[in-house]
């Protein structure tokens, strides 16, 4: 074996090892948070039952003695979610299809690389925008005494999700194969008619883990929000009402509690909540987008 | 497969007058771009018969069968010149309706394409696009189309099955009951069992001539002995040109033309 070739293995041998490396280096690090995570969250329950944590509504962090129930924080993230799901859905699906059905090459590439970008505006300047605009318009709009409302959150926040939902959902309706358009149209479907009818049931497990994935994305977004949601721990009744999200409790509190102390385990036990409900969206969003695989081979 | 299904095949269809061609192709020049595909071809088909195309892979039959009911115009830069004329009216004109067109005529593909929908819906498809059935009379209809292609049996207790589950013959049978539920004249197929074995092939065929009672049907085939079982008309296609077009037995037996003639012979051998 000659000189060069030695030195070529030994090469390929060291460069494969460094990936190896790197990739059990990125699981450490998602394994290390979660045991910091739970390290830190779970002594919460300790003095405090998970029922009262979730279900409790009052979150007097530092009063005496404290109590520290986030059932309106969890409100306050799902009405803004739902919200946001509710505005972008709809909207999210409608690109999805002009892209991938209706809009000439050109303007499809031209339209995918716009909402790629969307997801490149860092969040702040989303929230600085919701400040500026958002907030202000619902207050005139609604006649509202804020414009800090869960509506506004969700307005940044569908926007958010869009690149998500609008990429995965495109890409699952641009994977319905090419023969089936050719059979709609040739029992004299028209092309909407092949869109509703066929290309969207087929997709539509695609469509599904789109939305998750949107959601999954957003539910975890923190600076938008906090910006603009008015942060009162109180039950929301409507989405014209201030909420106070779990990630901006996080956020909020972090730097002024005592590190150790029962406040900056609760922190962190909205962590887990936070974690574990994200967890779910993901893995069942997964199991939708491995079924339309399934279905459109 | 012993019940004929003649009576089963959807009724409303105003039969072709006899005396009229169903398609009356006149010196078509077809065009991608700037390949043509198609030269000059002129041809009658006749009512409840089935005709058959046969030639040389691109050839141009598809082709050809694509531009009976406008699935060519899918294809960015192709260009159609001379008439065709289905049933008496003449689908290139300007005014010509591309549904109506293709409530007529059918189409059945290469290579089995049901909707990943199920057994019943895919039938249903067309009705519910053309509003034409819902309740009960759906329920029939798609029991109609099914048993025309003898599938009926088979598949009653599996309606609601995934069209996708089922064998590659029980697919093409499906796409041809989907077809029927339009209550078209004409069928259109494209090599409809070069994905099927012999003995599915054998059933589809015998389907074809149940068909034939009813339906006008242009089978494209590059399988010469398929032409010869089947067809009562046959056209021999070599390069974009319709070599030659007569009876069957015609082409196969007394070939007027030497290129048919070679063409038929060196398939023999
Ligand atoms: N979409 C297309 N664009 C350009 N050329 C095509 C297209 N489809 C078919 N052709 C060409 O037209 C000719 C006839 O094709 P086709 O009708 O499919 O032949 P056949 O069905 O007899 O095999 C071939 O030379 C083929 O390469
Ligand atoms: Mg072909």
Known sequence: MSLRTRLTRIWEFLIEKAILLAGLACVLFVVLIFVFLLREGLRTFSHISLGDFLLGRKWYPISSPPRFGILSMICGSGMVTLGAALLGVPLGLASAIY??????????????????????????????????????????????????????????????????????????????????????????????????????????????????????????????????????????????????????????????????????????????????????????????????????? | MSDPAVSTIPPGDLPIPSDQPAVEVDQLNFFYGDFQALKDISLSVEPRRITALIGPSGCGKSTLLRSLNRMNDLIPGVRVEGTVKVLGSDIYAPEADLVALRTKVGMVFQRPNPFPLSVYENVAFAARVHKTARGAAMDELVERCLASVFLWDDLKRNLRKSALDLSLEQQQRLCIARLLAVVPDLLLMDEPCSTLDPAATQGLEDLMGELAKQYTIVIVTHNMQQAARVSQDCGFMLLGELVEFDKTENIFENPQDPRTDDYIRGRYG
């Open chain 1, 99 to 297: 892209i991938s059905e209706v809009a000439p090459p050109r303007l499809k590439e031209v339209l995918k690389t716009g909402i790629e970008l969307l997801a490149a505006i860092p969040s702040v300047v989303i929230g600085f925008v919701g400040i500026t605009v958002v907030v202000p318009f619902l207050r005139v709009a609604f006649d509202l005494p804020t414009g800090q409302t869960a509506l506004a959150g969700a307005i940044l926040l569908s926007l958010m999700a869009m690149p998500t939902t609008v990429s995965i959902a495109e890409d699952a309706i641009s994977s319905v194969p090419r023969r089936y358009r050719e059979a709609a149209l040739a029992l004299g479907a028209t092309h909407w008619e092949y869109i509703y009818r066929v290309a969207l049931k087929a997709a539509a497990p695609g469509i599904v883990a789109a939305v998750m994935l949107g959601i999954g994305r957003v539910i975890g977004e923190t600076m938008a929000v906090m910006m603009v949601t008015g942060n009162a721990a109180l039950i929301p009744h409507s989405l014209l009402q201030p909420v106070r999200t779990m990630t901006a409790t996080i956020a909020a509190e972090m730097g002024e509690t005592v590190k150790g102390s029962d406040h900056y385990a609760a922190l962190f036990a909205i962590g887990i909540v936070l974690f574990a409900i994200t967890f779910l969206i993901n893995f069942v969003a997964d199991s939708f987008l491995h079924r339309s695989r399934v279905t459109l081979r």
